[in-house]
């Protein structure tokens, strides 16, 4: 395991801000925000700690202008910084800054506050915003394909790369499903029925749910017969889940309890009744299953190649057909048979009489 991941100072100037709360945007601005983040490299108490500070009054109500996060570790296109994040974010006002890159520049930053539950979400049309050192994602790559921070590399964000899959935006198509009940395969495998299984990363939350912004991934499933992937006939609706395992040949992802938005208001809704495993073979997804715990129902989704698939062919009945020829030989033999049973018949009765 190497070293821990380089803690570098950025500045990011940002022209839009959204202020999103349970899914749905409440403010957006378009104005100028000078974000910056520093490393304090001398006071024994905040030492290697991002200190950011965020100047403008506009958004004072929802966010705080001088944040401070603890630890770090990297996602796939963003670096991470959070407070507590082994524990669920416990006793975090902040819980999380996400700092977003594309070819190597800043381009949006996301901040989660836990109570009131905002993100806060910072964009730049410009791309104006880098980070200080040019060689910092290549170095954060190179540390992260090993094994990651140490410190801040956590289960949810290692497993994300687990195999070179990215899950913050997951298709995988499947032709084929077969259904287990009570781990028993029960009926035959379901061929040329498409699927997607769609996991999306959690950015403004889950329709239909009360979850926090910017926590796990969105698992859905869809029936391809719709051509719209997005709005089509959900074979599973959305649900918020999070990975809770990983290895070489797997990534388990798994529901959690939270509560559900209903007509009669919020209930609670026990999500750890879903989950889904993604399996591996040579870093690519071999299949996907979806675990339904609480009815002890796995549902596995693969796309069979056609080389690969079982043809079912269906036998000919064994009716045999005769030809002209065969046919007069039967009527003769008939015929002859027929002869025998009169003469008997006769001989029988001319013995009888005498």
Known sequence: MEGEIDRDPFTFIADNCKIWYEGECIKEINSKI????????????????????????EISDYIAD??????????????????????DYEGAEYKNMSLFFSSGVLSRISINRSNPLYMIEFNSTQQEGKIDDEDTINILNEKASAQGDKQGMSLGSWGALMGGINLSNFIFKSNSHQRYENNQLNGQIQENCHRSIIIKENINGCEGYIINNGEGYIVSIINDSDSNLYSGNKTMS???MKIISQSEDKIVLRGYKCKA?????????????????????NNKV?????????????????????????????????????????????????????????????????????
């Open 66 to 87: 001088r944040l401070l996060f603890k630890e770090i570790s990297r996602l796939n296109d963003r670096i991470l910084w959070s407070n507590n994040f082994l524990n």
């Open 34 to 57: 000078n974000i910056t983040g520093n490393i304090n490299l001398f006071s024994s108490v905040l030492r290697n700690k991002m200190q950011v500070s965020i100047d403008n009054s």
């Open 261 to 281: 938005v209903t007509p009669f208001g919020a209930m609670d809704f026990s999500g750890d009744d879903y989950g889904m495993t993604i399996s591996l073979k």
């Open 238 to 240: 959305p649900k918020p």
């Open 286 to 354: 071999d299949s996907c299953t979806l675990h339904m715990h609480d009815r002890n129902i796995n549902i596995k989704y693969m796309d069979i190649k056609q080389e690969n698939k079982v043809i079912h062919e269906s036998k000919p009945l064994n009716i045999p057909v005769y030809t002209k020829k065969e046919n007069n030989n039967n009527n003769f033999l008939i015929g002859i048979t027929v002869i025998l049973i009169i003469a008997i018949i006769l001989i029988i009765i001319f013995l009888s009489k005498n």
